[in-house]
């Protein structure tokens, strides 16, 4: 089977920290580029990182430079966001992905979305 579990969501203050996790079972992220997704009540669903499984280079979107920072343990087949100096406006359900290639970018497909995993800032 394949799976992408998030994990790591709740609820947290503004200027707080989570770190979400996306762990796969099924395929290895070895060769995967992992994206992050959110989408708050309302909105699209935005693109907010990813990491390439070619190079390892990393994209953020412009909202959460400085803040969030993607990791991979290709040993624990995981990918990590960590995200610091939360606020509201990022509150929304986030998803992992397995893009169809081992590169980021927005003309790649997506081959498997997680379930996702609500992170909800607030006081």
């Known amino acids: 089977q394949v799976q992408l579990v998030e994990s790591g969501g709740g609820l947290v203050q503004p200027g707080g920290s989570l770190r979400l996790s996306c762990a796969a079972s099924?395929?290895?992220?070895?060769?995967?580029?992992i994206g992050w997704f959110r989408q708050a009540p309302g909105k699209e669903r935005e693109g907010v990182s990813c990491?390439?499984?070619?190079?390892?280079?990393?994209y953020y979107a412009d909202s959460v430079k400085g803040r969030f920072t993607i990791s991979r343990d290709n040993a624990k087949n995981t990918v990590y966001l960590q995200m610091n100096s939360l606020k509201p406006e990022d509150t929304a359900v986030y998803y992992c992905?397995?893009?169809?290639?081992?590169?980021?970018?927005?003309?790649?497909?997506?081959?498997?979305w997680g379930k996702g995993t609500l992170v909800t800032v607030s006081s």
């Open positions: 992905a397995a893009k169809r290639s081992s590169w980021c970018g927005p003309d790649y497909g997506i081959r498997y």
């Open positions: 099924g395929f290895s992220l070895d060769y995967t580029a």
């Open positions: 990491i390439s499984s070619s190079d390892g280079s990393t």
